[in-house]
């Protein structure tokens, strides 16, 4: 099935915790079980049905569309470059495709796999601001763990710094922007950008956006993702990978 959601795929980062592995290329580009991470977020994408995909590049930039083309897929590909992402994040990145996106976007951090099964749920969701959440992971996270805090079915903090206490589930690196949801983010990214912070995660405005508007987790129901930092994301990865797999195939009988 089509939709007409457009995927931004935030993929400017050098990924400095893979080194020696990311010197001369892409944390995204970097095989895992004899495939680049990158597509395996590219086969849930057109699996799901999306057509369209925005991949912000920085670091070894140009090495994306010699492995990906114009077309991956059923997904045609259009590349925004981050010229000074050694100096911001993700919040930078995505702002520079405000251009390419107008109501309806998922936006998903290229170091993300994930089950297809998500990624439906995701497109399913007629909340306008949506992050994808495990809420299975609750109280004690690893210091990486991107925890939120759940208030009466809104998402009200988004931090790595949130005590166990108050940690309520583990954000995935997947979002989704509808309708007035498109509105408000571009405003306050536009608003991060004026205020020269460009060197904060995409969950810096996401953080602000929610102390405003409502953000509402969708569940992953303790699903298989991961999401690659280091060397151990990406060893674990291997395994992880093979099983989410075997679940979309058992998902597809």
């Given at each position: 099935m089509k939709v007409s959601t457009k995927a931004v795929i935030l993929a400017a980062g050098r990924g400095t915790r893979l080194l020696p592995l990311t010197k001369n290329t892409c944390k995204a580009l970097l095989l895992l079980n004899n495939k680049p991470i990158i597509e395996y977020a590219l086969d849930t994408l057109s699996d799901c049905g999306i057509e369209q995909a925005v991949i912000v590049v920085?670091?070894?930039?140009?090495e994306f569309k010699k492995r990906l083309g114009n077309k991956y897929k059923n997904v045609a590909i259009e590349y925004i470059y981050n010229?000074?992402?050694?100096?911001?994040?993700?919040?930078?990145?995505?702002?520079?495709?405000?251009?390419s996106v107008k109501n309806d976007i998922i936006v998903i951090n290229a170091d993300t796999i994930c089950p297809r099964i998500v990624m439906e749920e995701m497109l399913k969701t007629s909340h306008s601001i949506a992050m994808a959440v495990d809420e299975t992971l609750t109280g004690e996270l690893s210091e990486d763990?991107?925890?939120?805090?759940?208030?009466?079915?809104?998402?009200?903090?988004?931090?790595?710094k949130i005590p166990p206490k108050d940690t309520h589930g583990d954000a995935i690196g997947i979002y989704r922007f509808q309708n007035d949801g498109v509105v408000v983010l571009y405003e306050e990214l536009k608003k991060v950008v004026e205020e020269n912070i460009l060197d904060q995660l995409f969950t810096f405005a996401v953080q602000r956006i929610m102390d405003k508007n409502n953000v509402r987790p969708v569940n992953t129901r303790g699903l298989l993702w991961i999401e690659i930092d280091d060397h151990?994301?990406?060893?674990?990865?291997?395994?992880?990978?093979?099983d989410i797999l075997k679940l979309d195939e058992q998902d597809r009988l």
């Open positions: 920085g670091h070894c930039g140009d010229p000074i992402y050694e100096k911001t994040n993700s919040t930078y990145s995505l702002w520079l495709a405000k251009d763990a991107m925890k939120v805090t759940i208030v009466d079915g809104l998402i009200k903090n988004a931090s790595k151990k994301d990406l060893k674990n990865a291997e395994k992880i990978v093979k």
